[in-house]
C-alpha cells in the first residue's frame, strides 16, 4: 500500500499516545453516514478490514479520514427555484425579494438533499513518531487542511508544523533545470512546468519529454521559473515536486515492487507499507538535504 500523494509536516516534540488513548481521543469523532438532511458527514474510519481506528505497523500509525458530501447539481437546484418562483409569482402576482429568494433556495436544497446521492472518499494518514513525519495522501491543500483541523480537534496539543526548508522549492527546482544538474541522490524525469512571475502567469508544460538544456535555459532566461518537477529518487521512486512541496504521483519502481510478497492480503498491505515507510522517509530525508536543510524558526 503506498500512498499517492504526500502532503508532509513535522512533529515539533516527540508523539508518544499509545495506541488505545489515541483510539479514544478519535473515536469522539468516529464517522457517522450523513443523515437524510445532512449534506456533508466526516470523520475517521478504521483504515485495514476491521473496527479499529488506529493501525500500527512497526510503530508506525496509520489513520483513515473519511467524508460523505451529497451530490446537488448546480443546475437541478435553479431549475427548482425557478419553478418555485413561478408558482409565487403566479399565485401572489410579485417577483420574491432577495431575502424570500434566499429562503426559496435553502428550503429547496433542504427538499433534495434526503434524495440525494453521495459521494464517499477516504484520505490516508501516516504519523511516523521515529522519524518525526506526519503524512497526509492528498494532492489538493483543502483535503489536507481538512484532516489537519479534524486531528488537532481530537488530539490535544498534538506537536504539528509545517514542514520548513531552507531553499524554497521554486528556486532549487529552477536551479537544476538551469544548470542541467539533478541534486544527490536524484534524476531528473521528463516532466516540468516552468511559469512566469509577472502579471502574465505565462506558463509551459513539458509532459514525457526531453527537456533540452539549451531550450529550457531560454524561458528560464526569459523570467519562467519552475513550479513543478518530475524527479526520481535512488531509481526507487518517482514523483513529482510542487512549488508548494507537495510530492504528487508517488510511484514505487520495479526495484521496490518486486521485493516483497505476502500470502494473506492484509500482511501484504502491511509489508507495503512498511517498505513505503522506510523509502519515503530515506527520500524525504535526501530531498531535504537538496533543500539545504530544515529552516529554524524561533518559538516564543
Known sequence: MWFKNLQVYRLATSFNSQVPELTAKLAVHKFEPCTGSQAISFGWTAPRGNDALVHTVNQQIILRYTSEKKILPPSAIAQAVKDTVAIIEQQQGFKPGRKLMKEIKEKVIEDMLPRALSATSNTLVWIDPINGWVVIDASATGRADDVLQLMLKCIDKFPIEVLRVSLSPIAAMTDWLSKDESPAGFTIDQDTELRSSSESKASIRYVRHTLEPTEI???????????????????????????????????ALNILTEKSKAEDEQDQRDSDFALMAGEINSMLTDLVTALCGESVVAHT
Not at 535555459?217 to 518537477?229: E, T
Not at 526520481?232 to 514523483?239: A, E, L, N, R, Y
Not at 510542487?242 to 510530492?247: S, Y
Request: proline letters at 0%; charged letters at 25%.
Open 217 to 251: 535555459a531560454r524561458h528560464i532566461a526569459s523570467g519562467k521559473q519552475c513550479v513543478k518537477l518530475a524527479l526520481t529518487w535512488s531509481d526507487k521512486v518517482s514523483f513529482v515536486l510542487t512549488e508548494n512541496l507537495v510530492f504528487k504521483r508517488i510511484k
